[in-house]
């Protein structure tokens, strides 16, 4: 008897969660020396009590599974279809939605052809260092995002115009492509592979937002740290004179950017009618990389040695920690249109809500990131210090990365908290992707006829291929960063 | 005077005729109101090799680091290459650049790789362009003998790898004086004889070094002087030969006795 003692806990394992089964199937791959038939019996029939366990769940399962097959033939889909752009897309303007999906495809092309060239200079990058390198298949990425797909999958089947379909194979036909040609650019391209992702991503909002405002001011500073990057790639270990002009060149095309693009104002489409799932992905993305940085800056804050900034930055953390996320949400939409002077525009309520999720998420990645800070050993810092290095190197050198590499668990943990924290936009009159279970239901057709269960289905679905794909590449990153580590 | 003593309490007399590198006047640190250096007054002259031993608590690395204001210092002055030590962030990194330093526990950055560990400061303080940086980079790994393992991390190296990637660290900003704080006490004996011999052949290149050691063989074949620390004050200073043979404080005679 092969009898080992995890089998017992394997049979329910099996039966009860195939979720935590396929995740496991990821890790650990079936041994291809077991036959099915063995591997049957030495798991699941073992003893007499798993045979039983195995039985019993075996039943319930084929019983679920059938009541499930008979649900999903049955008419209850109607209401999904019917709202199938809502819960994408909320009430964008229907006639505007080509810049969804150009905007989409822009992002796509960046950000694949961006991840193709880094991974073939990660994959150079170990070749150098004598280390093993394993490349990414088409199937491992498919193991990898298949929650993803399987959602875009299953929405599009509710398409009833040909258009979603050509969409979607038109994207993924992009991130092939993309992902193709990133790898096989030349070495000096790839170099630059970081700022093409940044390039697109605003090329990318300037086709949904337009120019002006807000947009023009991120282009600035992308285009800031383009130049910078550059530079300083150029000027390594130059003279002072050099040193000034690789100081100059990035503020000044920063500057003619915004100003350019701020004049030109092309037309975007403001987000008065943004909503759906497109509105929930935006406002995790903007939680996350906003709060990202202004996290760890308050982390950084929180250490400092000087009371005025280590003050004010405890009192934001603790406050911001202390309140519920709803009540900030009702703040900035109720009572602080009140506190501005009658003179200023009051920013429109979803750019309230941005900026609420933004302070939030940054207040909590501030903790983790502090908790990181604190295991970086006190023998870091001296090391770095006994060699003369300036006190913001030191940090961001040294310190910074050793404590964000030791915190990824839990900062993906509030990212995954984040994008369903950002249901609570509903609150405030928002529809967002969540909300729109209460409003399909609430549509006159559907008024009274119990469809809930179809659109919390869906929502549940959707809430989780983002989220599990999320925990899946934590800890991915997490075992490709431990490879030096040990 | 003929007969000068060469056991005795002054660590201010340096062996030799090199100028002094470090010079330390009457000396104090305190950790709130406990005294951990008393009145310390050395001086290290250039290319002289000077060992501090001492009991656990005596205060040999509270004295080291004060020296590139790793502690900051309480009362007295300390001079490095001729720059008086301040409060001035600026006049502190420039002693810093003058001196080098290698930890006990090796303190290697673990998220960079051997290389990467080298050029860093040489790059980000100097900054050299990165080739250059380590092609001198390749030369210190050639000396302290592991070129091979210039790509690897940190964490896969041994010990006493370790360490020697920490010596070519420190030696990358071409420091004045390589401060050793207990180099080869976190070590499995069998390693600590490469680290002793990359020190000695440092040593023997003139380099100037402070080395806090309890390898009593190393003291005797490698230093110019040894001090002897207890109770944060120094105690005894003298060559190995005489220190080692006829040392004159009881407290040093009780010491050696007990580590010898
Ligand atoms: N950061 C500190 N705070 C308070 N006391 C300290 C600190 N560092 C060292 N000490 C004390 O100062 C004395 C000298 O310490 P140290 O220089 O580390 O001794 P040694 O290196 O000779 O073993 C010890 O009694 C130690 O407890
Ligand atoms: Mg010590």
């Given at each position: 008897?092969?009898?080992?003692?995890?089998?017992?806990?394997?049979?329910?394992?099996?039966?009860?969660?195939?979720?935590?089964?396929l995740a496991?199937r990821d890790?650990?791959p079936?041994?291809?020396?077991?036959?099915?038939?063995?591997?049957?019996?030495?798991?699941?029939?073992?003893?007499?009590?798993?045979?039983?366990?195995?039985?019993?769940?075996?039943?319930?399962?084929?019983?679920?599974?059938?009541?499930?097959?008979?649900?999903?033939?049955?008419?209850?889909?109607?209401?999904?279809?019917?709202?199938l752009r809502?819960f994408m897309v909320g009430?964008f303007p229907r006639d505007e939605l080509w810049r969804l999906w150009w905007s989409a495809y822009v992002l796509i092309v960046g950000i694949g052809g961006g991840v193709g060239a880094l991974a073939h200079n990660a994959e150079d990058d170990a070749r150098e260092k004598?280390l093993e390198y394993k490349r990414s298949s088409w199937l491992d990425l498919l193991r990898r995002f298949w929650p993803v797909l399987a959602f875009v999958a299953l929405m599009t089947s509710f398409a009833r115009t040909w258009l979603p379909y050509v969409g979607v194979l038109v994207a993924l036909a992009l991130v092939v492509a993309a992902r193709t040609a990133g790898w096989a650019m030349p070495a000096p391209v790839r170099a630059r592979a970081v700022q093409f992702m940044a390039v697109a991503i605003v090329v990318s909002t300037v086709i949904l937002a337009g120019t002006?405002?807000?947009v023009?001011?991120v282009a600035g500073l992308v285009a800031y740290f383009a130049v910078a990057s550059e530079?300083?790639r150029?000027?390594?270990?130059?003279?002072?004179?050099?040193?000034?002009?690789?100081?100059?060149?990035?503020?000044?095309v920063?500057?003619?950017v915004?100003?350019?693009l701020?004049?030109v104002?092309v037309d975007g489409f403001?987000w008065?009618?943004w909503?759906g799932l497109h509105l929930t992905l935006f406002a995790t993305v903007v939680?996350i990389s906003?709060?990202m940085?202004?996290?760890?800056?308050?982390?950084?804050?929180?250490?400092?040695?000087?009371?005025?900034?280590?003050?004010?930055?405890?009192?934001?953390?603790?406050?911001?920690?202390?309140?519920?996320?709803?009540?900030?949400?009702?703040?900035?939409?109720?009572?602080?249109?009140?506190?501005?002077?009658?003179?200023?525009?009051?920013?429109?309520?979803?750019?309230?809500?941005?900026?609420?999720?933004?302070?939030?998420?940054?207040?909590?990645?501030?903790?983790?990131?502090?908790?990181?800070?604190?295991?970086?050993?006190?023998?870091?810092?001296?090391?770095?210090?006994?060699?003369?290095?300036?006190?913001?190197?030191?940090?961001?050198?040294?310190?910074?990365?050793?404590?964000?590499?030791?915190?990824?668990?839990?900062?993906v943990?509030?990212f995954?908290?984040?994008l369903?924290?950002?249901?609570?936009?509903?609150?405030?009159?928002?529809?967002?992707f969540?909300?729109?279970?209460?409003?399909?239901?609430?549509?006159?057709?559907?008024?009274?006829?119990?469809?809930?269960?179809?659109?919390?289905?869906i929502?549940?679905i959707g809430y989780w291929a983002f989220a599990y794909t999320m925990s899946k590449e934590s800890r991915r990153l997490e075992a490709q960063l431990?490879v030096?580590?040990? | 005077?003929?007969?000068?003593?060469?056991?005795?309490?002054?660590?201010?007399?340096?062996?030799?005729?090199?100028?002094?590198?470090?010079?330390?006047?009457?000396?104090?640190?305190?950790?709130?109101?406990?005294?951990?250096?008393?009145?310390?007054?050395?001086?290290?002259?250039?290319?002289?090799?000077?060992?501090?031993?001492?009991?656990?608590?005596?205060?040999?690395?509270?004295?080291?680091?004060?020296?590139?204001?790793?502690?900051?210092?309480?009362?007295?002055?300390?001079?490095?290459?001729?720059?008086?030590?301040?409060?001035?962030?600026?006049?502190?990194?420039?002693?810093?650049?003058?001196?080098?330093?290698?930890?006990?526990?090796?303190?290697?950055?673990?998220?960079?790789?051997?290389?990467?560990?080298?050029?860093?400061?040489?790059?980000?303080?100097?900054?050299?362009?990165?080739?250059?940086?380590?092609?001198?980079?390749?030369?210190?790994?050639?000396?302290?003998?592991?070129?091979?393992?210039?790509?690897?991390?940190?964490?896969?190296?041994?010990?006493?790898?370790?360490?020697?990637?920490?010596?070519?660290?420190?030696?990358?900003?071409?420091?004045?004086?390589?401060?050793?704080?207990?180099?080869?006490?976190?070590?499995?004996?069998?390693?600590?004889?490469?680290?002793?011999?990359?020190?000695?052949?440092?040593?023997?290149?003139?380099?100037?070094?402070?080395?806090?050691?309890?390898?009593?063989?190393?003291?005797?074949?490698?230093?110019?002087?040894?001090?002897?620390?207890?109770?944060?004050?120094?105690?005894?200073?003298?060559?190995?030969?005489?220190?080692?043979?006829?040392?004159?404080?009881?407290?040093?005679?009780?010491?050696?006795?007990?580590?010898?």
């Amino acid at each position: 008897m092969t009898d080992t003692p995890k089998t017992a806990g394997e049979g329910v394992y099996l039966g009860t969660d195939i979720t935590l089964a396929l995740a496991a199937r990821d890790e650990a791959p079936l041994h291809s020396d077991t036959t099915p038939g063995k591997w049957v019996k030495d798991n699941l029939f073992n003893s007499v009590m798993n045979s039983i366990i195995t039985v019993v769940l075996g039943v319930a399962v084929i019983f679920l599974l059938t009541r499930a097959a008979q649900w999903v033939i049955s008419e209850e889909w109607r209401i999904i279809q019917v709202n199938l752009r809502n819960f994408m897309v909320g009430q964008f303007p229907r006639d505007e939605l080509w810049r969804l999906w150009w905007s989409a495809y822009v992002l796509i092309v960046g950000i694949g052809g961006g991840v193709g060239a880094l991974a073939h200079n990660a994959e150079d990058d170990a070749r150098e260092k004598g280390l093993e390198y394993k490349r990414s298949s088409w199937l491992d990425l498919l193991r990898r995002f298949w929650p993803v797909l399987a959602f875009v999958a299953l929405m599009t089947s509710f398409a009833r115009t040909w258009l979603p379909y050509v969409g979607v194979l038109v994207a993924l036909a992009l991130v092939v492509a993309a992902r193709t040609a990133g790898w096989a650019m030349p070495a000096p391209v790839r170099a630059r592979a970081v700022q093409f992702m940044a390039v697109a991503i605003v090329v990318s909002t300037v086709i949904l937002a337009g120019t002006s405002g807000l947009v023009a001011i991120v282009a600035g500073l992308v285009a800031y740290f383009a130049v910078a990057s550059e530079t300083s790639r150029r000027f390594e270990g130059s003279d002072a004179r050099s040193t000034l002009l690789r100081q100059l060149a990035p503020i000044v095309v920063g500057v003619a950017v915004w100003f350019v693009l701020d004049a030109v104002a092309v037309d975007g489409f403001g987000w008065e009618d943004w909503g759906g799932l497109h509105l929930t992905l935006f406002a995790t993305v903007v939680g996350i990389s906003t709060g990202m940085p202004l996290g760890i800056l308050l982390a950084v804050g929180r250490r400092s040695e000087l009371p005025v900034i280590k003050g004010f930055c405890v009192l934001f953390i603790e406050f911001v920690r202390g309140v519920p996320l709803i009540s900030l949400l009702l703040f900035s939409s109720f009572i602080l249109p009140l506190l501005f002077p009658l003179s200023v525009a009051v920013p429109e309520t979803l750019t309230r809500a941005m900026i609420v999720i933004t302070l939030f998420s940054a207040a909590y990645i501030a903790e983790i990131v502090r908790g990181g800070l604190q295991a970086v050993p006190q023998g870091q810092t001296e090391a770095a210090q006994a060699s003369g290095m300036s006190a913001a190197k030191i940090q961001r050198l040294i310190v910074m990365p050793q404590a964000l590499r030791a915190v990824i668990p839990a900062m993906v943990g509030q990212f995954i908290s984040l994008l369903k924290d950002t249901s609570l936009i509903a609150t405030i009159g928002v529809a967002e992707f969540f909300q729109y279970s209460a409003i399909s239901n609430a549509q006159p057709e559907f008024l009274g006829k119990e469809k809930q269960i179809v659109t919390y289905s869906i929502v549940a679905i959707g809430y989780w291929a983002f989220a599990y794909t999320m925990s899946k590449e934590s800890r991915r990153l997490e075992a490709q960063l431990g490879v030096g580590e040990r | 005077m003929t007969d000068t003593p060469t056991v005795n309490a002054d660590a201010t007399e340096i062996h030799g005729d090199g100028r002094p590198v470090i010079e330390l006047t009457g000396v104090d640190k305190l950790f709130g109101s406990f005294q951990a250096l008393t009145n310390i007054n050395m001086r290290v002259g250039e290319r002289e090799v000077v060992v501090v031993i001492g009991p656990s608590g005596s205060g040999k690395s509270t004295l080291i680091r004060c020296i590139n204001r790793l502690e900051k210092h309480d009362r007295g002055t300390i001079i490095v290459d001729g720059i008086t030590l301040s409060n001035d962030v600026r006049n502190i990194q420039e002693i810093r650049r003058e001196t080098g330093m290698v930890f006990q526990s090796f303190n290697l950055f673990p998220h960079l790789t051997v290389l990467d560990n080298i050029t860093l400061a040489p790059r980000q303080v100097r900054n050299v362009p990165k080739g250059e940086a380590e092609e001198r980079a390749m030369e210190l790994l050639e000396r302290v003998k592991i070129p091979e393992q210039a790509r690897k991390y940190p964490g896969q190296l041994s010990g006493g790898q370790q360490q020697r990637v920490a010596i070519a660290r420190s030696l990358a900003m071409n420091p004045k004086v390589i401060l050793f704080d207990e180099p080869t006490s976190a070590l499995d004996p069998e390693m600590i004889k490469e680290v002793l011999d990359t020190m000695k052949s440092l040593a023997n290149e003139g380099m100037t070094m402070i080395c806090v050691t309890h390898e009593m063989g190393f003291a005797r074949e490698v230093a110019d002087r040894v001090v002897f620390m207890a109770d944060g004050q120094i105690v005894e200073v003298g060559t190995p030969e005489h220190f080692f043979e006829s040392p004159r404080e009881e407290r040093t005679q009780l010491f050696l006795s007990q580590i010898l």
